[in-house]
């Protein structure tokens, strides 16, 4: 665990311990789990990947399958760092692009994610790409 940088004292968070098919990252407060995101790389189906999201090209691609921090910790900046942290893992490890949707509060949610660099379309996916 390290200390997640975060507004929110006493934070630490759990990255994956390097890339497979799966990836993790948990947000702790003492012994409690406050936060996660999970990632994944695409399947053999691709199943509702909007086609402008080409996963065959160099460099490997994840999808931001889930981001979601408990009620009592929302509004404080939680998120924002544990995505911060998962970009930044991305880029350490030479992923070239994040993909998913904006689901929730969708007009709020494509407001943060842009603020992260992600594209939006009009039907709420979204995009990160890393240069090599």
Not at 36 to 63: H, K, M
Not at 76 to 82: D, E, F, H, S
Not at 107 to 121: A, I, N, P
């Amino acid at each position: 665990m390290t200390k997640l940088k975060c507004p929110v004292p006493d934070l630490q968070i759990v990255p994956p311990r390097g890339l497979s098919e799966q990836l993790f990252f948990r947000v702790y407060s003492g012994p409690t789990s406050i936060a996660f995101a999970e990632l994944s790389r695409p399947s053999g189906q691709r199943r509702n990947i909007p086609t402008s999201y080409d996963t065959s090209g160099p460099g490997v691609s994840y999808c931001l399958r889930n981001i979601a921090v408990a009620q009592n910790y929302r509004t404080m900046g939680v998120g924002t760092a544990l995505l911060d942290e998962v970009l930044e893992f991305c880029r350490s490890h030479r992923i070239s692009r994040l993909y998913g949707e904006a689901k929730g509060e969708t007009e709020l949610l494509k407001k943060w994610y842009r603020s992260h660099g992600f594209t939006v379309d009009d039907t709420d996916n979204i995009e990160i790409c890393f240069e090599q």
